[in-house]
Protein backbone atom coordinates (compact mmCIF):
# COMPACT_ATOMS: atom_id res chain seq x y z
CA UNK A 1 0.00 0.00 0.00
CA UNK A 2 1.01 3.50 -0.57
CA UNK A 3 1.82 5.62 1.80
CA UNK A 4 3.77 8.13 4.13
CA UNK A 5 4.35 6.85 7.82
CA UNK A 6 5.08 9.69 10.17
CA UNK A 7 6.42 8.51 13.64
CA UNK A 8 5.47 9.35 16.75
CA UNK A 9 1.77 10.01 16.28
CA UNK A 10 2.05 12.06 19.72
CA UNK A 11 4.64 13.61 21.46
CA UNK A 12 4.55 15.50 24.84
CA UNK A 13 7.96 16.99 25.72
CA UNK A 14 10.04 19.46 27.39
CA UNK A 15 11.71 22.86 26.30
CA UNK A 16 15.38 22.20 25.19
CA UNK A 17 15.08 18.54 24.73
CA UNK A 18 16.31 17.34 21.09
CA UNK A 19 13.47 15.59 19.25
CA UNK A 20 13.25 13.53 15.79
CA UNK A 21 9.58 13.35 13.89
CA UNK A 22 10.70 9.96 11.37
CA UNK A 23 8.83 10.60 8.05
CA UNK A 24 8.81 7.21 5.11
CA UNK A 25 7.44 7.05 1.80
CA UNK A 26 7.13 4.31 -0.13
CA UNK A 27 6.20 5.38 -3.47
CA UNK A 28 9.93 6.20 -4.56
CA UNK A 29 9.08 9.92 -4.39
CA UNK A 30 11.89 12.74 -5.54
CA UNK A 31 9.64 15.41 -3.73
CA UNK A 32 9.62 15.63 0.22
CA UNK A 33 7.87 18.07 2.11
CA UNK A 34 7.19 19.20 5.60
CA UNK A 35 4.14 21.25 6.55
CA UNK A 36 3.16 22.57 10.19
CA UNK A 37 -0.87 23.35 10.80
CA UNK A 38 -1.95 25.39 13.00
CA UNK A 39 -5.88 26.85 13.94
CA UNK A 40 -6.95 29.72 12.11
CA UNK A 41 -3.43 29.87 9.72
CA UNK A 42 -3.94 26.46 7.66
CA UNK A 43 -0.99 24.54 6.36
CA UNK A 44 2.61 26.27 6.63
CA UNK A 45 5.64 24.09 4.43
CA UNK A 46 8.67 24.18 6.80
CA UNK A 47 11.47 22.46 4.52
CA UNK A 48 11.33 20.59 1.41
CA UNK A 49 13.66 18.26 -0.62
CA UNK A 50 13.24 18.09 -4.46
CA UNK A 51 15.71 14.86 -4.27
CA UNK A 52 18.55 12.95 -2.09
CA UNK A 53 20.55 15.77 0.04
CA UNK A 54 18.81 18.51 -1.69
CA UNK A 55 16.69 20.84 1.14
CA UNK A 56 15.39 23.96 1.46
CA UNK A 57 13.75 26.55 3.30
CA UNK A 58 10.29 26.62 3.14
CA UNK A 59 8.28 29.65 4.79
CA UNK A 60 8.47 28.82 8.02
CA UNK A 61 11.97 27.11 8.86
CA UNK A 62 13.41 28.85 12.30
CA UNK A 63 13.78 26.48 14.93
CA UNK A 64 13.83 23.91 12.37
CA UNK A 65 16.28 20.92 10.46
CA UNK A 66 15.86 18.22 8.16
CA UNK A 67 18.36 16.02 6.28
CA UNK A 68 17.52 13.67 2.73
CA UNK A 69 20.15 11.03 3.24
CA UNK A 70 18.02 8.37 1.52
CA UNK A 71 15.43 8.70 -0.66
CA UNK A 72 12.48 7.04 0.99
CA UNK A 73 13.15 9.04 4.41
CA UNK A 74 13.07 13.03 5.31
CA UNK A 75 13.24 13.28 9.36
CA UNK A 76 11.99 16.46 10.54
CA UNK A 77 14.64 17.65 13.91
CA UNK A 78 14.02 20.04 17.05
CA UNK A 79 17.28 20.88 18.13
CA UNK A 80 15.96 22.88 20.96
CA UNK A 81 12.15 22.79 21.16
CA UNK A 82 10.16 25.42 22.10
CA UNK A 83 6.28 25.97 22.91
CA UNK A 84 5.78 28.22 20.18
CA UNK A 85 6.65 24.85 18.15
CA UNK A 86 3.93 22.90 19.97
CA UNK A 87 1.78 22.13 16.46
CA UNK A 88 0.33 19.37 14.57
CA UNK A 89 3.00 18.35 11.94
CA UNK A 90 2.54 16.74 8.11
CA UNK A 91 5.05 15.28 5.97
CA UNK A 92 4.27 15.05 2.51
CA UNK A 93 5.69 13.45 -0.47
CA UNK A 94 5.49 13.57 -4.64
CA UNK A 95 6.92 13.00 -8.05
CA UNK A 96 7.33 16.41 -8.70
CA UNK A 97 7.02 19.36 -6.77
CA UNK A 98 4.08 20.94 -8.67
CA UNK A 99 1.50 19.71 -10.74
CA UNK A 100 1.59 16.15 -8.77
CA UNK A 101 -0.59 16.26 -5.68
CA UNK A 102 1.23 15.52 -3.00
CA UNK A 103 0.59 12.31 -0.29
CA UNK A 104 0.33 13.10 3.10
CA UNK A 105 1.31 11.19 6.02
CA UNK A 106 -1.58 10.99 9.14
CA UNK A 107 0.29 13.71 11.55
CA UNK A 108 2.26 13.97 14.25
CA UNK A 109 0.78 15.63 17.26
CA UNK A 110 3.32 17.44 19.12
CA UNK A 111 3.29 19.23 22.69
CA UNK A 112 6.09 21.47 23.86
CA UNK A 113 5.74 22.21 27.60
CA UNK B 1 4.40 34.79 -4.55
CA UNK B 2 1.12 33.48 -4.51
CA UNK B 3 -2.31 33.06 -1.92
CA UNK B 4 -4.68 31.32 -1.47
CA UNK B 5 -7.89 32.79 0.80
CA UNK B 6 -11.04 30.47 1.38
CA UNK B 7 -13.71 32.79 2.57
CA UNK B 8 -15.58 31.64 5.74
CA UNK B 9 -13.65 29.32 8.56
CA UNK B 10 -17.23 27.40 9.03
CA UNK B 11 -19.56 26.63 6.78
CA UNK B 12 -23.00 24.84 8.40
CA UNK B 13 -25.25 23.32 5.91
CA UNK B 14 -28.34 21.05 6.38
CA UNK B 15 -28.03 17.17 5.03
CA UNK B 16 -29.68 17.06 2.07
CA UNK B 17 -28.53 20.51 1.31
CA UNK B 18 -26.07 21.90 -1.25
CA UNK B 19 -22.27 22.82 -0.44
CA UNK B 20 -20.69 25.67 -1.68
CA UNK B 21 -16.92 26.12 0.05
CA UNK B 22 -15.25 29.16 -1.64
CA UNK B 23 -11.81 29.44 -2.39
CA UNK B 24 -9.84 32.52 -4.13
CA UNK B 25 -6.20 32.42 -5.59
CA UNK B 26 -3.75 35.42 -6.16
CA UNK B 27 -0.96 34.81 -8.26
CA UNK B 28 0.64 36.34 -11.62
CA UNK B 29 -0.22 33.00 -13.61
CA UNK B 30 -3.27 31.05 -13.35
CA UNK B 31 -2.40 28.49 -10.81
CA UNK B 32 -2.15 24.61 -10.63
CA UNK B 33 -5.43 23.85 -7.61
CA UNK B 34 -6.18 21.53 -5.58
CA UNK B 35 -8.77 20.86 -2.71
CA UNK B 36 -7.87 18.69 0.41
CA UNK B 37 -10.09 16.69 2.95
CA UNK B 38 -9.37 16.36 6.26
CA UNK B 39 -11.06 13.68 8.72
CA UNK B 40 -10.20 14.12 12.40
CA UNK B 41 -6.93 12.74 13.82
CA UNK B 42 -6.10 12.30 10.11
CA UNK B 43 -3.91 13.09 7.44
CA UNK B 44 -4.74 15.18 4.49
CA UNK B 45 -6.19 13.35 1.35
CA UNK B 46 -6.96 14.49 -2.03
CA UNK B 47 -10.31 15.19 -2.96
CA UNK B 48 -9.77 16.73 -6.82
CA UNK B 49 -7.40 19.03 -9.02
CA UNK B 50 -7.34 21.39 -11.74
CA UNK B 51 -3.94 21.54 -13.92
CA UNK B 52 -5.17 22.12 -17.61
CA UNK B 53 -8.13 21.36 -19.60
CA UNK B 54 -11.54 21.07 -18.37
CA UNK B 55 -12.34 24.04 -16.02
CA UNK B 56 -15.58 21.61 -14.17
CA UNK B 57 -13.29 19.25 -11.94
CA UNK B 58 -14.81 16.44 -10.62
CA UNK B 59 -13.53 14.55 -7.54
CA UNK B 60 -14.66 12.49 -5.35
CA UNK B 61 -17.26 11.27 -2.98
CA UNK B 62 -19.20 13.42 -5.31
CA UNK B 63 -17.80 17.02 -4.97
CA UNK B 64 -16.75 19.21 -8.05
CA UNK B 65 -14.85 22.57 -8.53
CA UNK B 66 -14.93 24.82 -11.63
CA UNK B 67 -11.99 27.16 -12.09
CA UNK B 68 -13.10 30.30 -13.12
CA UNK B 69 -10.11 32.12 -14.52
CA UNK B 70 -12.10 35.57 -14.51
CA UNK B 71 -12.52 35.40 -10.92
CA UNK B 72 -9.66 33.66 -10.12
CA UNK B 73 -11.68 31.06 -8.11
CA UNK B 74 -11.83 27.53 -7.60
CA UNK B 75 -14.98 26.97 -5.22
CA UNK B 76 -15.86 23.32 -4.42
CA UNK B 77 -19.45 22.27 -4.63
CA UNK B 78 -21.53 19.30 -3.80
CA UNK B 79 -25.32 18.83 -4.86
CA UNK B 80 -26.19 16.81 -1.20
CA UNK B 81 -24.68 17.38 1.68
CA UNK B 82 -24.01 13.78 3.81
CA UNK B 83 -23.12 13.36 7.38
CA UNK B 84 -20.12 11.64 6.09
CA UNK B 85 -18.59 15.36 4.71
CA UNK B 86 -18.28 17.12 8.20
CA UNK B 87 -14.55 17.67 7.79
CA UNK B 88 -11.80 20.34 7.62
CA UNK B 89 -11.40 21.74 3.50
CA UNK B 90 -8.38 23.26 2.33
CA UNK B 91 -7.75 24.93 -1.10
CA UNK B 92 -4.05 24.80 -2.37
CA UNK B 93 -2.21 26.26 -5.05
CA UNK B 94 0.73 25.55 -6.73
CA UNK B 95 2.86 27.45 -9.35
CA UNK B 96 2.53 25.34 -13.16
CA UNK B 97 6.27 26.22 -13.75
CA UNK B 98 7.44 23.54 -11.83
CA UNK B 99 8.65 25.44 -9.27
CA UNK B 100 10.20 23.82 -5.36
CA UNK B 101 7.91 26.01 -3.52
CA UNK B 102 5.04 23.17 -2.74
CA UNK B 103 1.52 23.91 -1.90
CA UNK B 104 0.27 27.02 -1.06
CA UNK B 105 -2.62 26.65 1.21
CA UNK B 106 -5.66 28.15 2.39
CA UNK B 107 -6.68 28.47 5.84
CA UNK B 108 -9.52 26.08 6.04
CA UNK B 109 -13.06 25.94 6.29
CA UNK B 110 -14.98 23.24 8.77
CA UNK B 111 -17.90 22.05 7.27
CA UNK B 112 -20.70 21.54 9.49
CA UNK B 113 -23.37 19.22 8.93
CA UNK B 114 -27.18 19.70 10.58
CA UNK B 115 -29.04 16.85 10.56
Known sequence: ?113 | AQSVTQLGSHVSVSEGALVLLRCNYSSSVPPYLFWYVQYPNQGLQLLLKYTTGATLVKGINGFEAEFKKSETSFHLTKPSAHMSDAAEYFCAATDPGGGADGLTFGKGTHLIIQP
Open chain 1, 1 to 113: EAQVTQNPRYLITVTGKKLTVTCSQNMNHEYMSWYRQDPGLGLRQIYYSMNVEVTDKGDVPEGYKVSRKEKRNFPLILESPSPNQTSLYFCASSFRPSNQPQHFGDGTRLSIL
